[in-house]
């Protein structure tokens, strides 16, 4: 993976973890309710596991979804340090940029998901 490419894999992969964040965090303190936004003045300045342990202190239940977009997000940040994110795992190949702004945790290229969607027990036709 050339380092351009890994660049903008990161960058995509950050600005849509801080998406998420803020979105959880303003999911957190919507339930949380006017007095408790009171209290953090800068809930910005709240670091991320302490708005997962303050939500879930209060016993505020986050969507399970989200929770697991972020670590998603997170474990594609580790394979990016180790240069095993976007890549193919049946073919090799660098996945497509746009394919993985589309689904951030794809493992697969186009043409090997195709492939798979089409069933895993067929043979590909040999040309
Ligand atoms: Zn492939």
């Not at 990161?10 to 803020?22: A, D, P, Q, S």
């Not at 800068?42 to 596991?49: A, G, M, R, S, Y």
């Not at 049946?90 to 195709?114: G, P, Y």
Request: proline share 2%; charged share 40%; aromatic share 4%.
């Amino acid at each position: 993976m050339n380092g351009k490419r890994r660049d903008d894999l990161r960058k995509f992969l950050v600005e849509r973890k801080r998406k998420m964040w803020n979105e959880l965090r303003d999911e957190v303190f919507r339930k949380l309710g006017s007095e408790y936004n009171s209290q953090f003045d800068t809930p910005n300045d709240l670091e991320e596991l302490s708005v997962i342990d303050l939500a879930e202190d209060l016993g505020l239940s986050l969507s399970d979804m989200r929770k697991d977009e972020l670590s998603r997000i997170d474990e594609s940040l580790r394979k990016l340090d180790q240069g095993t994110y976007g890549v193919c795992e049946r073919c090799s190949s660098d996945i497509d940029v746009e394919r993985l702004k589309i689904d951030a945790s794809a493992t697969h290229c186009l043409s090997c998901q195709s492939e798979l969607e089409k069933g895993e027990g067929k043979k590909k036709p040999t040309l």
